[in-house]
């Protein structure tokens, strides 16, 4: 068929680290694709004076994929807000309408005992966090006024529209379609009128997915259901500032933040995908950076975007060996840097060359 066209966009910190890695994943699999890079984040700041560069953009919107490694870098935390690196992940998400992030979380064989949990607790980790991801308090208004009292107010305004949570409820059914069928959308209706016309549309939205047990829970509930007994989870759909927390919380329990990848979704046939972390800034250029959630990124790509799944399940499949055989990196008590569990996966792979 015709090649998949990827743009890298490797970033800050580790992502260019990291992205290596994915790169000789891809490599080894000698894949029909053709690559392109640009330059985001921090990086693309510097060079350019903005973070998502018009190149850049008009490269994302002409490509099949993008691979994303991070952005974020501390040297940059305090310039003006549109100026932030953290705007190249945001604005492609936004002008993408990538509205729908997925980060699985599965416990690998033989990460039983690095997951903060206990080992039985860990053992029942197999969940997806469906967070949505154009919309919530995160691209309301926002600003610093002065109060009539005369002191300075930060704001950021919450909303959801109907037809954002419908569609990103929909993403959600579909996904628990084909997984075990539970859906627990994750608000705070007690208190939020969002979370309130949230949970009132997932449940409209339900009406067309009968298969699928829904249930509703409260976010800080949900947090602590996440490391009480995360094995009840199979979907969980949530908002776009909730679903950040909560995968990130959802990463510790299957080890370490090293390990979760994610799709970012819209309509088409478009997607990014990247890992869940940032720049990691205190680990960056020592070559120690687990690699390993940048290359599940990889090959959620394939599966998602290329529609090649023979290709994802070997990455997968090579990765759950190299952990299983206990090559572990320094976020996982171990000592292999960033290009000896990349080169790891690659040889696992070689071993299961179809
Ligand atoms: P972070 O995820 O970058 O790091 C949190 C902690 O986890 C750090 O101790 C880091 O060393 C560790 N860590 C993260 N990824 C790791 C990996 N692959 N291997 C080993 N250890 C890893 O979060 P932070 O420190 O809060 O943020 C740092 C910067 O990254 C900030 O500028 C933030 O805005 C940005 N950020 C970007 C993205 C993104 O690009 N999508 C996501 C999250 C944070
Ligand atoms: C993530 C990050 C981003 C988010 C930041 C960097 C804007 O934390 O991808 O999880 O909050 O979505
Ligand atoms: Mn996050």
């Known amino acids: 068929g015709e090649a998949l066209n990827i743009l890298l966009l490797a970033g800050d910190g580790i992502g260019p680290e990291i992205m290596a890695e994915a790169e000789k994943v891809l490599g080894a699999l000698a894949l029909p694709v053709t690559l392109d890079r640009a330059l985001v984040g921090g990086a693309a700041y510097e060079a350019t004076g903005h973070p998502l560069p018009p190149e850049t953009l008009a490269k994302a919107k002409a490509t099949d994929a993008l691979l994303f490694g991070a952005v974020g870098d501390p040297r940059f935390d305090n310039v ?7 705007q190249a992940i945001l604005g492609l998400r936004a002008e993408l309408g990538l509205f729908a992030n997925l980060r699985p979380a599965k416990l690998f064989a ?3 005992d690095s997951s903060a949990l206990r080992p039985e607790v860990a053992s029942a980790i197999d969940l997806l966090i469906v967070r949505e991801l154009n919309g919530d308090v995160y691209f309301g208004e926002k600003g610093t006024r002065t109060t009539p009292g005369g002191e300075r107010e930060g704001f950021d305004v919450m909303s959801y529209s109907e037809s954002e949570v419908r569609r990103i409820a929909h993403v959600a ?11 627990c959308s994750v ?7 969002t979370s309130q016309l949230w949970r009132d549309v997932v449940i409209e939205v339900a009406k067309d997915y009968p298969d ?3 249930t509703h829970m409260y976010v800080d509930n949900a947090a602590m259901q996440l490391v009480r007994n995360p094995g009840q989870f199979d979907v969980v759909v949530t908002g776009n500032l909730f679903g950040d927390i909560l995968s990130d919380q959802a990463s510790m329990c299957v080890g370490s933040i090293g390990l979760l990848a994610s799709a970012s979704l819209g309509e088409g046939r478009l997607g990014l995908y990247e890992p869940i ?21 990889l090959a959620m790509l394939l599966r998602h975007s290329g529609g090649d799944e023979a290709s994802a399940a070997r990455i997968e499949a090579a990765v759950a060996k190299v952990l299983a055989d206990g090559c572990r990196g320094a976020d996982l008590g171990g000592t292999m840097g960033t290009a000896a569990l990349g080169d790891a996966v690659v040889e696992a792979l070689g071993q299961n060359d179809p």
């Open 187 to 193: 608000d705070k209706a007690n208190v939020l009128e």
């Open 110 to 112: 033989g990460l039983e």
């Open 80 to 86: 003006e807000r549109h100026l932030r690196p953290e």
């Open 173 to 183: 059914f579909q996904a628990a379609q084909g997984r075990a069928k539970r859906l």
């Open 277 to 297: 972390h940032g720049s990691a800034p205190d680990i960056a250029g020592k070559g120690i950076a687990n690699p390993l959630a940048m290359i599940l990124s």
């Open 212 to 214: 699928v047990a829904l």
